[in-house]
C-alpha cells in the first residue's frame, strides 16, 4: 500500500511538471448595448446591439514552453453576437487564428489570420475610442475587411530594443497569379514611458485570378499612418494621420446609407484625426476626438465627425458607456457613424451600453 501511494505521488509530481510547461487560457468579452442612429436613409434606427465598444468573442490563447527561451504559441477567436446569441456568419474563427513560435532573443514568428500592422496603429495608439463606440476611427479611416485582418499571412515581430520594435507581414494572394491579392504589411514601433508611437504601412494588390479565367487587373492600395499619443497624467492626448491612395485603401463603410446607389469610395484621401481621454474620480474616463477626411479627388467628398463618450469601470472586468457622434458629409460623401462591429446607418448615433471581458 505504501508503496502504491509512493508510485502515484510521483506520477502526479511528473504529471504537474509535464503540464506546467504549457498554458491554454479561455478568454472572451460580452458587449451589448442600445443604439440610436438617425440621418440616413433608413430612418430613425433604434436598436440593442453586440460588439458596441469591442466586438464579442470568445478565445484561446495557448503557449508550450520548449526550452532555451523558445515557446510554441497559438490564438484561436471567433466572434458572436450577445443581442442574439448567433456565431458570426462568416466562419467559426474568423476573428484570429494562428500558430507559431516566440523567441525572447529572435522575437516571433506566427502564420494564419491576422490582424494588420496598420489596423493595431490605428486601434491601439492612434484612437482615444479604441476602434468602438459611435467616435470609432474607423467610420472615416480606412479600416475594413482585409484592411483589418490579413488570411494566410505571415507575422514577423522583433523584439523591444530601447523601446523600439517593428513588424512585417506578408499575405499570400493564393491565386493563379503569383502576386494577385498579395498583401504587404509593416509598422515600426516606438515605447517608452508616456510616449506610443507607430510609423505603419500596408500595400495590397487587388487583382484577382483564378485558373482558366482571364486576370482582372484592380491596382494596388497604398496606405501610409502615422500614430501617436501621449499621456501627461492628467489627460491623454491622441493624433493620428494617414495617406490612403489607390482601390479599396479607404473604404466607405456603408456606401448606400444616404443614396440608391453606392458612393464610389475615394482612390486618393488624406485623414487626420485628434483627441483625448481624461481620468475622472478615478473609475470613469471621459473621451473625445476629431477626424476629418480629405477627398483629393474631382469629386472632393470631404468629411468630418466629432464624437464624445464616457466609459465608467464597475470592476476591473466590467464597464458601462455611453457615446454620441456625428459625421458632417460634403459633397454627396457617404460615411456613416458606426461602431466596432456595426457600419451604422446615418450621420449620427448614440449608444449606451455594458461590456464585461473574462
Given at each position: 500500500m505504501k508503496k502504491t501511494l509512493i508510485s502515484i505521488a510521483v506520477l502526479g509530481a511528473m504529471s504537474t511538471a509535464a503540464f506546467a510547461q504549457s498554458n491554454v487560457t479561455i478568454y472572451g468579452i460580452v458587449d451589448a448595448g442600445v443604439v440610436s442612429e438617425r440621418g440616413g436613409?433608413?430612418?430613425?434606427?433604434t436598436k440593442v446591439s453586440s460588439g458596441v465598444a469591442s466586438a464579442s468573442r470568445l478565445g484561446f490563447r495557448g503557449t508550450e514552453d520548449l526550452g532555451g527561451g523558445l515557446s510554441a504559441v497559438f490564438l484561436l477567436e471567433a466572434g458572436f453576437a450577445a443581442?442574439?446569441?448567433v456565431g458570426d456568419t462568416s466562419g467559426l474563427f474568423q476573428r484570429q487564428s494562428y500558430v507559431g513560435l516566440v523567441s525572447k532573443e529572435a522575437g516571433s514568428l506566427t502564420l494564419g489570420r491576422q490582424y494588420t500592422p496598420m489596423?493595431?496603429?490605428?486601434?491601439?495608439?492612434?484612437?482615444?475610442?479604441?476602434?468602438?463606440?459611435?467616435?470609432?476611427?474607423?467610420n472615416l479611416f480606412g479600416a475594413s475587411g482585409m484592411n483589418v485582418r490579413?488570411?494566410?499571412?505571415?507575422?514577423?515581430?522583433?523584439p523591444t530594443y530601447s523601446g523600439f520594435s517593428g513588424e512585417f507581414q506578408y499575405g499570400v494572394g493564393e491565386q493563379s497569379k503569383a502576386d494577385a491579392g498579395r498583401q504587404l504589411g509593416?509598422?515600426?514601433?516606438y515605447g517608452n514611458g508616456p510616449l506610443q508611437a507607430r510609423l505603419a504601412y500596408n500595400?495590397?494588390?487587388n487583382d484577382t485570378a483564378a485558373a482558366g479565367v482571364p486576370v482582372v487587373n484592380r491596382d494596388y492600395a497604398h496606405s501610409t499612418l502615422f500614430a501617436a499619443n501621449y499621456d501627461f497624467t492628467v489627460a491623454k492626448a491622441f493624433f493620428a494621420y494617414s495617406d490612403d491612395k489607390g482601390?479599396?485603401?479607404?473604404?466607405?463603410?456603408?456606401?448606400?446609407?444616404?443614396?440608391?446607389?453606392?458612393v464610389a469610395a475615394s482612390t486618393d484621401s488624406d485623414t487626420m484625426l485628434i483627441g483625448a481621454t481624461a481620468p475622472i474620480g478615478g473609475a470613469g474616463t471621459l473621451i473625445a476626438s476629431y477626424i476629418h477626411k480629405d477627398d483629393n479627388e474631382a469629386a472632393n467628398r470631404d468629411a468630418s465627425q466629432w464624437a464624445l463618450g464616457y466609459s465608467h469601470a464597475l470592476s476591473k472586468r466590467t464597464s458601462t458607456y455611453v457615446a454620441y457622434a456625428k459625421i458632417k458629409n460634403k459633397r454627396g460623401a457617404s460615411y456613416t457613424v458606426?461602431?466596432?462591429?456595426?457600419?451604422?446607418?446615418?450621420d449620427k448615433a448614440f449608444n449606451v451600453g455594458i461590456k464585461h471581458t473574462f
Open positions: 436613409k433608413a430612418g430613425n434606427v443581442d442574439t446569441g489596423y493595431l496603429a490605428l486601434s491601439q495608439v492612434a484612437d482615444p475610442f479604441q476602434a468602438g463606440l459611435a467616435g470609432s476611427a474607423k490579413a488570411s494566410n499571412s505571415v507575422n514577423y515581430k522583433t509593416v509598422s515600426l514601433n500595400n495590397r494588390n482601390p479599396t485603401s479607404s473604404p466607405i463603410p456603408n456606401p448606400t446609407a444616404f443614396t440608391a446607389t453606392a458606426g461602431n466596432n462591429a456595426e457600419v451604422g446607418t446615418g
